[in-house]
């Protein structure tokens, strides 16, 4: 096996017990700083950047990476959005974790679903102070409910596997049905106005960029609980701070941001956040924000390191690259100039 340097960005503590314990054979150097055009410099004599969600991996960084000598950007992720991927094919292999562990994000879903539902973050602050008052505490039966799935992939597929459980009428869109399953899809229209709960578990494109959008809420029940485990993006948060205040949403539980990239991740408690957005979200009683922490489980952490690996191994082995990906490939779907059908590569 070819023993390779790694540079590793946006290290954070438990990424690199997880490397660590993986690794065996490759010499990876952890850096705390986010990869972008002005610390891309560090990975001089890398053959490999391993990078995160909120890296930025810009046509520019890209540029000087590629003058470094690196051959391939291992994303520990699943989403791509942070990577100009027209910049980097012909020039750096991209690689990515399609399938970290649904469950995790899946099982996030629902437990902010849970939480904002029967409002156990603000019981759990109350009963802290002695106040074991119910006033305002108050849910509803999940038992019943219809709710809205927006993406049915693996992560969205086992989310409707537990809101199964909850004995909930399910109900989904999806610009690519599942033509294997027996999930009722409908069209966004017919969700957006059925739906007591709307769960977002589509990847971030052109196409769902602010797919929640203030004429998407007026469709809406009023009262409905929006739950966003997927991208930041899909939501226009100037729309649903309008939508919180004007009752139309009756609480939302988020794990992403749009702006997140400047703040998540980072322990900012002793400073002044200067995003007025962000400052409103927080401060509404309806509103449950968690910082991108739906993948943070041990079964994840162990498949995200074992898969990265995996996939820089296969690319310096010259075999068919899996987990490879590029701006041509859609959806499982080849098409264009990429080549990944015919060679096992995008080029």
Request: glycine share 10%.
């Given at each position: 096996m070819i023993m390779l340097k790694i540079a590793f960005f946006d290290t954070k503590p438990y990424d690199q017990n997880w490397f660590d314990k993986i690794n065996d054979v490759h010499?990876?150097?952890?850096?705390?700083?986010r990869l972008n055009s002005a610390t891309a410099s560090l990975a001089k004599?890398?053959?490999?950047?391993?990078?995160?969600?909120?890296?930025?991996?810009?046509?520019?960084?890209?540029?000087?990476?590629?003058?470094?000598?690196?051959?391939?950007?291992?994303?520990?992720c699943a989403g791509y959005n942070n990577?100009?991927?027209?910049?980097?094919?012909?020039?750096?292999?991209?690689?990515?974790?399609?399938?970290y562990s649904p469950y995790a994000v899946a099982e996030h879903a629902m437990a902010l679903l849970l939480t904002l539902n029967r409002k156990l973050h603000r019981a759990y602050n109350r009963t802290r102070d002695f106040n074991f008052s119910l006033v305002g505490l108050g849910g509803i039966d999940l038992y019943g409910k219809t709710v809205?799935?927006?993406?049915?992939?693996?992560?969205?597929?086992?989310?409707?596997?537990?809101?199964?459980?909850?004995?909930?009428?399910?109900?989904?869109?999806?610009?690519?049905?599942?033509e294997d399953s027996d999930i009722k899809y409908v069209d966004l229209n017919t969700l957006f106005k059925e739906s007591d709960v709307i769960s977002l578990h589509c990847p971030l494109t052109d196409e769902t960029r602010h797919l929640l959008d203030a004429v998407a809420f007026s469709h809406m029940k009023n009262g409905v609980i929006i739950i966003n485990t997927s991208r930041g993006a899909l939501i226009d948060t100037v729309a649903l701070l309008e939508a919180l205040n004007n009752g139309k949403i009756g609480g939302a539980g988020l794990d992403v941001y749009e702006e997140e990239?400047?703040?998540?991740?980072?322990?900012?408690?002793?400073?002044?956040?200067?995003?007025?957005?962000?400052?409103?979200?927080?401060?509404?009683?309806?509103?449950?924000l968690?910082?991108?922490?739906?993948?943070?489980?041990?079964?994840?952490?162990?498949n995200i390191a074992e898969t990265t690996l995996a996939n820089i191994d296969e690319f310096f082995k010259n075999d068919?690259?899996?987990?490879?990906?590029?701006?041509?490939?859609?959806?499982?779907k080849v098409e264009g100039n990429c080549s990944k059908k015919r060679t096992g590569r995008c080029f």
């Open positions: 010499t990876i150097t952890y850096y705390e700083n004599g890398n053959e490999v950047v391993c990078a995160f969600v909120n890296d930025d991996i810009s046509a520019e960084t890209i540029g000087i990476l590629q003058n470094l000598g690196v051959r391939l950007i291992a994303l520990r990577v100009d991927m027209k910049a980097a094919f012909g020039k750096i292999h991209v690689v990515r974790v399609p399938a809205g799935i927006i993406g049915t992939g693996k992560i969205g597929r086992v989310f409707i596997d537990i809101c199964h459980g909850f004995g909930m009428n399910i109900i989904a869109y999806d610009l690519y049905p599942g990239s400047d703040f998540f991740y980072q322990d900012l408690s002793g400073t002044i956040i200067h995003d007025d957005l962000l400052a409103l979200l927080v401060s509404r009683p309806n509103v449950l968690t910082s991108h922490q739906g993948f943070l489980t041990e079964e994840a952490l162990s068919a690259i899996i987990n490879e990906i590029c701006y041509q490939c859609d959806a499982g």
